[in-house]
């Protein structure tokens, strides 16, 4: 899996976890619901976004990629 694809998917596992929207989410890390809503069809996440959506979701980067998913054998790129 692409790693944007990683962050994704660690968003929506942690916003679920939290029963927060995505709205809610971009909202509380004062970053534009827009660039969650695109993240899928992009191809970088920076590190900004991902520092406000950790915000957003009351998590620290630590704790965001403290998951299988960014195991190195699963992320392709």
């Known amino acids: 899996m692409r790693l944007v694809d990683a962050v994704y998917a660690r968003i929506v596992e942690l ?3 939290a029963d927060q929207s995505f ?12 660039t969650i809503a695109t993240m899928r069809r992009s191809h970088t996440v920076k590190l900004s976004t991902l520092y406000g959506i950790c915000e957003g979701l009351n998590t620290t980067l630590r704790d ?5 998913l960014f195991a190195k054998e699963n992320i392709t790129d």
């Open 64 to 68: 965001f990629f403290d998951s299988p």
């Open 15 to 17: 916003a679920n976890q």
């Open 23 to 34: 709205y809610k989410v971009a909202r509380d890390g004062c970053i534009p619901y827009s």
